[in-house]
């Protein structure tokens, strides 16, 4: 399998021209494009391009509404609701950080909870945002059914990411993002699309059985991590995520991969922490002292310092694109490559 190089600009315009062709307005292709760029040069293949060949067969089908405006509703001083109207919950999760970014500073802490909702990508995105503001920014996200209830055999919850991120002095923010599943689906689909096998212990098949196969795993179910504890904290996600906005639960919501069917309508809760008031003024040099306390380890390293290589990497030298996604690309009508 060959590999093409493609800068970070070029890989934007691609996806605003693909997804243009397939029933999106240029404003929400660019906040899509931005996000997907934006995980692809972080290493996050299956939140990057990976996404846009079915971002744009859903948008095409009326799936996902590319047209959508999210409104926005204060219902408190510190709260606002923003409804994704079934379109890109992009477009709504940049309101979320713009306003949340303005309130929190003055409230001490602010929330957002977005509801018919999509897919949104790496949920550290938008919490990093929030951290380059100088807020703690927390993150909740259900996604279409993938993992069983502990002890059962059917989806019911999704791999329900969380984030945060916290602001750190001349330094970039730091950032946790992880799905609760013990791999993100993103990166099973990207197996698919390339014909590689899964490891064991990553999902499990329809009938309840292990397996390598990633078609196989898609049609069954993943594993959370920390088996019954993750499986607890899997439903407390679900209940942030989506009870609370009053969203699609995990099996009520379509999939986030195929053309067919309603929109997922699934639900984020966002929230911004302003920390120098809550510490007194000295919550960046305590959290120097902690991560301090880590690095002097040896073998240790801080959360996301690989992907921030990888973004620094990605900058100055672009990133590799295989061959099978390149030929996706230019079906949807985003290549052949801009010179």
């Known amino acids: 399998m060959t590999e093409m190089k493609f800068s970070l600009d070029e890989l934007h315009q691609i996806a605003v021209k693909a997804l243009c062709a397939h029933n999106t307005s240029p404003e929400n292709a660019n906040y899509v494009a931005r996000a997907l760029v934006a995980a692809e040069a972080d290493g996050l293949k299956g939140h990057g391009m990976s996404r846009l060949p079915s971002y744009c067969g859903q948008a095409a089908s009326g799936k996902v509404d ?73 993150m909740f996200v259900n996604t279409p059914k993938a993992i069983a209830p502990w002890g059962g055999s059917e989806g019911v919850f999704g791999t329900n990411p969380i984030a945060f991120a916290a602001p750190r002095e001349s330094r970039d923010p730091l950032v946790i993002d992880l799905s609760l599943s013990k791999v993100a689906r993103g990166k099973i689909m990207v197996a698919e699309q390339e014909g590689s096998t899964i490891p064991e212990g990553w999902a499990v098949d329809a009938a309840g059985n292990s397996t390598t196969d990633p078609k196989a795993a898609m049609a069954g179910t993943m594993l959370p991590m920390g088996d019954a504890k993750g499986a607890a904290l899997v439903l407390m996600v679900e209940i942030l995520a989506a009870a609370l906005t009053a969203a699609n639960f995990g099996f009520e919501a379509s999939s986030f991969f195929t053309a067919e069917g309603e929109s997922p309508g699934v639900g984020q809760l966002l929230i911004a922490i302003n920390p120098g008031p809550l510490s007194g003024g000295v919550f960046t040099a305590r959290l120097e002292t902690l991560l301090a306390a880590v690095r002097e380890q040896e073998n240790t390293r801080l959360p996301g310092a690989r992907r921030l290589g990888l973004r620094h990497e990605a900058r100055k030298n672009g990133v590799l694109i295989k061959d099978q996604l390149y030929n996706q690309l230019t079906a949807l009508g985003g290549c052949p490559r801009i010179q």
Not at 68 to 76: D, F, I, L, Y
């Open 66 to 138: 590319g047209q959508a405006q999210p409104k926005m509703t204060s219902v408190a001083d510190a709260a606002i609701r923003i409804d994704a109207c079934y379109g890109f919950a992009y477009p709504a999760m940049a309101q979320a950080v713009e306003k949340l970014s303005g309130l929190a500073p003055t409230t001490g802490i602010a929330v957002a909870a977005v509801t018919h909702s999509h897919h949104c990508g790496g949920a550290g995105y938008f919490v990093e945002a929030l951290a380059r503001q100088g807020l703690i920014g927390l």
